[in-house]
């Protein structure tokens, strides 16, 4: 899959259709908020079930996708691992393979937010996308 091109790269990991992009405290350097190997247990699950549920890539069907990013810190340090859903801006604590498998089914899949976990919610506001391309991007596209 690797590139020349960041364009490329994009394209191929479905960047430009993420729909919702899903960030773990895991695999620590200091770990604070929880264990390390706690940490990693929740990561590969959080893989394994988008992988699982065709979320981590778009397809005929659902022409979206989940994107996952491992986070050294979130810098919350209680009540690990946190889990933040972006662009809802939910903030979720304890997500082990439990509490991520409810986010997944009620918050990804239904749209309801967890709030036995949910300790913030503060949406990203919309951005007018238009400002980052150049006049010649757009024209390209």
């Known amino acids: 899959m690797p590139s020349d091109s960041p364009i ?29 190997a706690d940490s990693l ?10 992988k699982e549920l065709k979320l981590d890539v778009p397809t005929l069907d659902r022409p979206t996708c989940i994107f996952r990013t ?4 979130l810098r919350i340090c209680q009540q690990g691992p946190i889990l933040v859903v972006y ?15 409810r986010v997944l089914q009620e918050h990804i899949l239904g749209n309801q937010i967890v709030t036995d976990y949910a300790f913030v919610v503060h949406p990203l506001p ?3 996308q238009s400002q980052f391309y150049s006049q010649k991007e757009i024209e390209n596209t």
């Not at 247990?41 to 988008?50: F, G, I």
């Not at 491992?70 to 810190?73: L, M, P, Q, T």
């Open 8 to 36: 490329a790269n994009a394209q191929a990991l479905g960047i430009p259709q993420i729909q919702r992009h899903l960030l773990l405290c895991a695999d620590q350097t200091v770990p604070k908020c929880c264990d390390k």
């Open 41 to 50: 247990v929740a990561w590969d699950y959080l893989k394994k079930r988008l």
């Open 70 to 73: 491992k986070a050294n810190c």
């Open 87 to 101: 662009p809802d801006g939910v903030w979720y604590h304890s997500a082990m393979p439990d509490v991520i498998e």
């Open 126 to 128: 919309e951005v007018d």
